[in-house]
């Protein structure tokens, strides 16, 4: 099922064998394909990096948060890899690891389509078609806020426009992960 725009006279096939659009799909629990590569939770930053021919941006931070809590020496630590703009086109997502460099996060903020069992979506949907959709393989999800889901057991949280500073209610933001039990409480 595919909710990604194309003209009436082509057909799905066609669609995407003449894209030059740039597919992720995604599986639940395990990780997630970028064009041809498999990418699995868990998988080493060095490794991750090469796979994409070291095309990111490093944004690693440490923030002091240890006067909001009683240990004065409480910090957060974000390792945080960008990417912009691969294969020739325009995207831009993050790819998160934890304190050993393990990968447990991906969240995107353009210009990849992406895939969810058999689901078809892109940046361009709006966000009651994509929710939608995706209530047809997931039963579990909640509203968080206007603009913003959360479904549980594919384990991913998606936004729109607005709820991103933006304006609209085009899919603007998509975010997984290997748990989410942050934020399921």
């Known amino acids: 099922m595919s909710l ?6 082509r057909s799905k096939r066609e669609f995407y064998k003449n894209s030059l659009a740039i597919f992720l799909k995604y599986y639940p629990n395990e990780g997630f394909d970028l064009k041809d590569m498999k990418l699995k939770w868990g998988a080493d930053r060095e490794t991750v ?8 941006t490093t944004n690693d931070i440490v923030i002091d948060i240890s006067s909001y809590t009683e240990n004065k020496s409480d910090t957060l630590v974000q390792k945080r890899d960008v990417y912009k703009n691969i294969g020739g086109e325009e995207n831009l997502f993050f790819l ?5 460099d393990i990968l447990k996060e991906l969240e995107i903020h353009d210009g990849l389509e992406l895939i969810i069992a058999n689901i078809h979506f892109s940046f361009e949907n709006e966000i009651s078609e994509v929710v939608s959709h995706l209530k047809k393989i997931s039963s579990n999800y909640k509203r968080l806020n206007t603009g913003e889901y959360l479904f549980e057991d594919l384990k991913i949280v998606i936004a729109d426009s607005e709820t991103m500073g933006g304006e609209g209610d085009a899919l603007s933001y998509f975010y997984c992960a290997k748990n989410i039990d942050h934020l399921a409480e």
Do not use: F, S
Not at 4 to 9: G, I, P, Q
Not at 49 to 56: A, G, P, Q, V, Y
Not at 96 to 100: A, G, L
């Open 96 to 100: 998160n690891y934890d304190i050993n």
């Open 49 to 56: 990096r090469e796979l994409l021919k070291n095309n990111h």
């Open 4 to 9: 990604l725009r194309k003209t009436e006279t």
